[in-house]
Nanobody, 125 residues
Framework: QVQPVESGGGLVQAGGSLRLSCADP????????MGWFRQAPGKEREFVAS?????????YADSAVKGRFTISRDNTKNTMYLQMNSLKPEDTAVYYC?????????????????WGRGTQVTVSS
């Protein structure tokens, strides 16, 4: 399997928006749920959101991102997205995408495989 590749990170001011992309260059994961995680310095990897293989079902982390972030995917482009609005300094982290080998309703990193290398998101105050 070819690892997914994240992109779209960068430096943004608080209140701004970014859209992250997770490309599937090997076209291997279109029939699997996928998810986004993030990891801030000195902290554990944290679940952000997951999406079913066809995009019909989504699942978000409690409160921290719900209502501000939107996960989606376009299997015709072999790409998953994370639209992030109203960004806050506490959203600063490396964001990773990964493949879920089971139900999307699982928020622990140990249930995901084929991790990308991540993309840095920095939100300034």
């Amino acid at each position: 399997q070819v690892q997914p590749v994240e992109s779209g990170g960068g430096l943004v001011q608080a209140g701004g928006s970014l859209r992250l992309s997770c490309a599937d260059p090997g076209r291997s994961f279109s029939t699997y749920p996928m998810g986004w995680f993030r990891q801030a310095p000195g902290k554990e990897r944290e679940f952000v959101a997951s999406i079913s293989w066809n995009g019909d079902i989504t699942f978000y982390a409690d409160s921290a991102v719900k209502g501000r972030f939107t996960i989606s995917r376009d299997n015709t482009k072999n790409t998953m997205y994370l639209q992030m609005n109203s960004l806050k300094p506490e959203d600063t982290a490396v964001y990773y995408c990964a493949v879920r080998l089971g139900s999307i309703y699982y928020a622990r990193a140990d249930g995901y495989a084929y991790w990308g290398r991540g993309t840095q998101v920095t939100v300034s105050s």
